[in-house]
């Protein structure tokens, strides 16, 4: 019994994703009493001092990790990055404007078609006709003067494609689907209006989303919104207008401090970078893999290979999962092969992984 709860297999996962040993095993530690308060963080107030404090706490080092300052609110909330795709046009898009969303994979064009629902959207630099195999050049954007904001996917999750550096929009605002590559690298946050993420994948359990979003622009958010849905009630009350996802938070906190003691952002960035350099070495290293994003669109998180055939791919990934190799099909929609390798999942993993391609070349290639 011991042993099966503890042996931890390599989770290839796209999300919810695997996190970090250390996080788990606190957690784990403190899950019936926090120290000094005798009681699980799941059954305290969430108007409690101890309370408080985990969320200042998990803020602040969030803000420390990204150079944030107080131009920028930082939002807890719920409802996934989903409900990001209908609360960003409901509260920035207004009467009259338009949005300018780039179609770089399925999560940009779910919350394009969303973005709709509220208002006028121009649909640009879509590389659908290229399956979503690369990021657009700048000249391919058709960007409206005036725009109500940009929107972008920093990382394409399903296709494995990232940007390297956000377009340049001038004075129009910003706003980011950052859910798949959030706090993998150093970004700039403070170039956008509103920069949202899933917990899932980077940052926690699901059922907590991060928003981020500069000060000026609560302005836009309208009193005739639903309350809940309305960004500058959620800022004015410090994500606690109503109850939060109160365990997720902690799990956020302490994932901000385990990305701390890796040497924050700088520090997982040379680790992501090492582990997506190994794993793409090993697909370009002979034909036999193949992989799907243009190698200058190349995404660091979620890594997209195909085999000869399909019939291979379903042998690869039935031994891989025999082999404590997990959850590496890729999404139904584009098929072939997914191994998501956000900043907790381990390099130890990348290395098994590369292993168990050479033994399945040389057995089957
Ligand atoms: C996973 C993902 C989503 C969906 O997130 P939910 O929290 O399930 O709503 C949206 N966008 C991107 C880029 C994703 O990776």
Do not use: C
């Not at 019939?311 to 039935?318: A, I, N, V």
């Amino acid at each position: 019994m011991s042993s099966s709860l503890t042996h931890r297999i390599y989770n290839f996962s796209a999300g919810p994703a695997v996190m970090p040993r250390p996080v788990l095993e606190q957690a784990q530690r403190d899950l019936v009493a926090l120290p000094g308060v005798g009681m699980s963080v799941m059954e305290i107030s969430h108007r409690s001092k101890t309370f408080e404090g985990i969320l200042a706490r998990a803020v602040a080092d969030l803000r420390e990790l990204t150079g944030l300052d107080e131009r920028h609110k930082v939002l807890l909330l719920q409802g996934g990055a989903s409900l990001q795709f209908s609360m960003v046009p409901m509260n920035l898009l207004g009467a009259g404007q338009t949005a300018d969303y780039i179609d770089t994979g399925s999560w940009a064009d779910k919350a394009a078609k969303e973005a709709k629902r509220v208002g006028s959207v121009n649909v640009t630099g879509s590389t659908k006709a290229d399956h979503y195999s690369r990021i657009p050049d700048a000249s391919e954007l058709t960007l409206t003067p005036g725009a109500a904001y940009v929107h972008i996917t920093t990382n394409n999750t399903i296709e494995g494609t990232e940007w390297k550096e956000p377009p340049a929009t001038g004075d129009v605002p910003l706003v980011a689907d950052a859910s798949s590559n959030i706090l993998s690298r150093p970004m700039e946050l403070r170039r956008f209006g509103l920069i949202y993420a899933g917990a899932q994948k980077n940052l926690g359990p699901s059922g907590l989303t991060l928003v981020i979003v500069r000060e000026d622009l609560l302005a836009r958010s309208s009193s005739d919104l639903p309350t809940m849905l309305n960004y500058k009630v959620q800022a004015e009350n410090d994500s606690l207008y109503n109850t939060p996802p109160t365990f997720a938070i902690y799990l956020l906190g302490l994932t901000m401090q385990w990305l701390k003691s890796l040497g924050g952002l700088p520090g997982i960035a040379s680790i992501n970078a090492r582990k997506a350099a190994k794993l793409y070495a090993e697909i370009d290293r002979t034909g036999f893999y193949r992989g799907t994003a243009r190698k200058d669109s190349r995404s660091l998180m979620n890594v997209t290979f195909r085999l000869p055939s399909e019939e291979l791919e379903k042998m690869f990934d039935t031994e891989a999962t025999a082999n404590g190799l997990d959850g590496l099909k890729g999404h139904r929609s584009v098929g072939g092969m997914r191994a998501s390798i956000y900043n907790a999942f381990p390099e130890q993993g990348v290395e098994a992984l590369v292993d168990f391609m050479r033994d399945f070349e040389t057995k089957r290639g």
